[in-house]
């Protein structure tokens, strides 16, 4: 049993990986200036491809459920993502969207019923710090609006992460992506046109490269790995591993970029691993008492059940 949980996590824990490339491949493969764009590109061609090979629409309150979802989980989120990702330094928008394990265990805590524990709390706080020591500079800009950015895509991303683990669809797992990717592609259609204008008359080799890596491997392999996480994780659990998108972003940056790592990035990227390792020991033990105390309610009902049958029939 704790092996194939390890294994589920591990699994998860490639999408935030792989969405720690995003800042890489925005800022050095795609066309600037165009956040919105990038969203619709990654998000719409993904969803119709999934689409296209599970053959599976929505039915009854799915209809509004995956819109729901893919707006918080696609649309909105992936239109913060790239506009704080322009406008603001990687380390900044990191840093910033590192409070989203935190705003996931409130949500949790009010719309599951999970319980907000003192060592959810102490790790959260420690993933930021952490976050912070590895990818913040002293000669950081904030931006206003990047900063807003970044707190509104956490702040969807969490909300999207707890509503999904509570609407559980009983559809196939790739549907449900493609639902989601969808929904959200279409509703930053028309907002990317309107503010951005149509796309580049013509776009450049590592643009295309670019956008079909997105779509391809950061959202419809990616999101695919991450809701099937949500379903068999406790979602604040599965919150925390965002926090491996800096650090991937600050390995490829020292690996690709030729950039230095000093003393505190090490310090902080330990102290980011220490907060996951914390995190999923910690919703690993609350979801133990959680099965415990429904096997209690259940065996409860089971005797009761049995000791009426046991008693005596009343005879006319």
Not at 127 to 140: F, Q, T
Request: aromatic residues 6%.
């Amino acid at each position: 049993m704790l092996n194939n949980r390890v294994g589920i996590v591990l699994v998860t824990a490639l999408a935030p990986a792989i969405w720690g490339t995003t800042y890489l491949v925005t800022t050095e493969l795609l066309p600037p200036g165009r956040p919105l764009l990038a969203a619709v590109v990654r998000a719409l061609p993904a969803g119709l491809l999934l689409l296209a090979v599970t053959r599976r629409l929505p039915t009854g309150v799915w209809w509004w459920r995956a819109l729901v979802l893919g707006t918080l989980n696609i649309g909105v989120f992936l239109a913060l993502l790239f506009v704080a990702a322009y406008r603001l330094p990687g380390g900044v928008a990191a840093t910033v969207g590192a409070v989203q394990p935190l705003l996931a265990a409130g949500l949790s805590a009010g719309l599951l019923g999970d319980r907000l524990t003192l060592r959810t709390l102490l790790a959260g706080l420690a993933g930021i710090a952490g976050v912070s020591l590895l990818v913040l500079r002293a000669d950081a800009a904030l931006d206003g609006i990047g900063v807003a950015a970044a707190l509104g895509g956490a702040f969807v991303m969490a909300t999207g992460v707890v509503l999904a683990k509570r609407w559980t669809s009983p559809a196939p797992l790739l549907a449900t992506t493609g639902w989601q990717l969808v929904a959200g592609g279409l509703l930053l259609l028309p907002v990317a046109l309107l503010v951005e204008g149509p796309p580049p008359a013509a776009l450049t080799g590592a643009n295309v490269a670019g956008y079909a890596y997105l779509s391809i491997i950061g959202a419809a392999f990616a999101y695919a790995l991450w809701f099937r996480g949500i379903r068999a994780l406790p979602p604040t659990g599965v919150s925390f591993l965002g926090l491996l998108s800096p650090v991937v972003a600050t390995v490829l940056g020292l690996v690709v970029l030729g950039q230095e790592l000093n003393t505190l990035q090490v310090i902080g990227g330990l102290v980011v691993l220490g907060a996951l390792v914390t995190a999923q020991t910690a919703s690993h033990q609350q979801k133990k008492e959680s099965d415990h105390a429904h096997h209690r309610v259940r065996s409860s009902g089971q005797r009761r059940t049995q000791d009426g049958d046991r008693s005596p029939v009343p005879r006319p």
